[in-house]
């Protein structure tokens, strides 16, 4: 059962333009959200995260929304450019069941130059 | 940020050998561990859980006999493939959680095991 999806395999943009990548979850005890970066053959690299005391986090080019209500967050990527080609993935632990993290399949981004 | 460190990067084995997979944190102490394994083109599955000292919790599905986990220290975690078959075959990766705090994790850089 896949508690953390991500319904885009792929998604193509323009350099300079806005990546937007998307993550639903089920799992309404989740209370930590997290965005990772991976290239092939290699571990996945922390991005951003969020708590779920917040509805957004900025870091540089990144900003992750959280919708509580909709279970829903989002990564922005404002310019996109293309370093930025990668797979992304969105993880949602929760505090009271451990806290193991649960990943999404994966947005494989493509900025094209 | 933090460093984890895994190894091998790579290994082929024969089937029926068992590999062993090292995940160490470099510069922080580890309380929990987690392992996962990547299928191409696909998210990255939790196999278990281990804490520093107590036995691992394994995901549903996955064969404890089979992959053997130890947590010794605070500073390592190590997966065992027991008898592998071909269809063990993908890209393993361990991560760590500081003592000092429940939210970030940090990765190894992922072993790819292929078995002939």
């Known amino acids: 059962d896949q508690q953390v999806k991500q319904n885009s395999p792929s998604l193509s943009v323009q350099e300079g333009r806005i990546s937007i990548l998307n993550c639903d979850y089920t799992n309404s005890m989740f209370d930590y959200f997290l965005w990772y970066k991976k290239y092939p053959a290699e571990g996945p690299t922390f991005l951003i995260s969020i708590s779920s005391i917040k509805d957004k986090n900025e870091d540089g080019r990144f900003t992750v929304f959280l919708n509580k209500s909709a279970k829903h967050l989002s990564l922005h990527i404002v310019p996109s450019q293309p370093g930025d080609s990668a797979v992304y993935f969105c993880a949602a632990s929760a505090l009271q069941t451990g806290n193991q993290f649960y990943f999404g399949t994966g947005t494989s981004l493509t900025v094209i130059p | 940020g933090a460093v984890v460190s895994q190894h091998p990067s790579w290994v082929i084995c024969k089937s029926g050998t068992s590999v062993k997979i090292e995940c160490r944190s470099l510069d922080f102490q580890a309380t929990t561990m987690f392992w996962y394994r990547q299928f191409p083109k696909q998210s990255l599955m939790l196999m278990a859980t281990?804490?520093?000292?107590?036995?691992?919790?394994?995901e549903q599905g996955v064969e404890k006999d089979k992959f053997l986990i130890n947590h010794a220290s605070l500073t390592l975690s190590t997966l065992t493939v027991t008898s592998a078959h071909p269809e063990d075959s993908s890209f393993y990766i361990c991560?760590?959680?500081?003592?000092?705090?429940?939210?970030?994790?940090?990765f190894g850089q992922g072993t790819r095991l292929t078995v002939v």
């Open positions: 991560s760590a959680r500081s003592i000092d705090s429940w939210g970030e994790a940090f």
């Open positions: 281990s804490n520093e000292g107590s036995k691992a919790t394994y």
